[in-house]
């Protein structure tokens, strides 16, 4: 199992609607959690972390289930401009050195 | 600040040459990483330093070297290019003291080696 698996989609969902995916992890120790968004041919960039208590910002949430090991990101009233490749990244407790990435998932919204 | 900069953001090499892909940040970020990433692919860890003098490999670091003399850099050497090493190049940095926030990793905008 790998240890951090995404869908990788694509999932093509139509302007204005909402959009959820996951992101498992293996390692129960994991402590920190993030949403990096990267646009074609460009760097990751941070979109948000992920808090135990979840977390909104806008038109973002983002859950986390421990019990599960998943987090979750939900964009609401979707954007052509939220377009992009979704990448969840885990750091695990142990050494805190090495984020794991997972491979993303692949947005297109469409007019 | 300027961040994380990386140079130079394309090259194309003939296979065996060798070059450096430079990066550098000004944030005196302790953590910082070497990935690549294949077209259509996620992050592969080639290399990262948790701090000046201290190196340590990732998940595919053969063909590749790095060093960390200063806090601020941390170059990544090609020493035989190989076709099979064509891919974006990211550098990133973090800070992993303080609160969950302080984890963020912060990327370069990626250098773009093709060997042929």
């Known amino acids: 199992r790998k240890e951090v698996e995404q869908d990788p989609g694509p999932f093509n969902v139509p302007e204005g609607a909402t959009v959820a995916f996951n992101c498992t992890y293996s390692n129960s120790a994991s402590q920190s959690f993030f949403w990096y968004r990267q646009d074609c041919r460009k760097e990751p960039k941070l979109l948000m972390s992920?808090?135990?208590s979840g977390n909104e910002d806008g038109r973002f949430t983002a859950q986390l289930n421990r019990a599960s090991q998943y987090i979750s990101l939900l964009i609401r009233d979707s954007k052509l401009s939220d377009s992009a490749t979704y990448l969840c990244v885990v750091i695990s407790n142990f050494g805190n050195e090495k984020l794991t990435f997972g491979t993303g998932t692949r947005l297109t919204i469409i007019p | 600040n300027a961040g994380v900069t990386q140079t130079p953001k394309f090259r194309i090499l003939k296979i065996g040459q060798s070059m450096t892909l430079q990066c550098t940040q000004d944030?005196?970020?302790?953590?910082m990483y070497w990935y690549r990433q294949d077209p259509g692919m996620g992050l592969k860890l080639i290399y990262y330093?948790?701090?000046?003098?201290?190196?340590d490999k990732g998940e595919v670091p053969n063909g590749y070297n790095v060093s960390r003399s200063t806090t601020e850099d941390f170059p990544l050497r090609l020493e035989l290019a190989a076709p099979s090493q064509t891919s974006v190049y990211f550098c990133?940095?973090?800070?992993?003291?303080?609160?969950?926030?302080?984890?963020?990793?912060?990327f370069g905008a990626g250098s773009r080696l093709t060997v042929l």
């Open positions: 944030m005196n970020h302790n953590y």
């Open positions: 330093s948790v701090g000046a003098g201290i190196t």
């Open positions: 990133a940095s973090r800070d992993p003291r303080g609160s969950s926030g302080a984890n963020v990793l912060t």
């Open positions: 992920v808090y135990s």
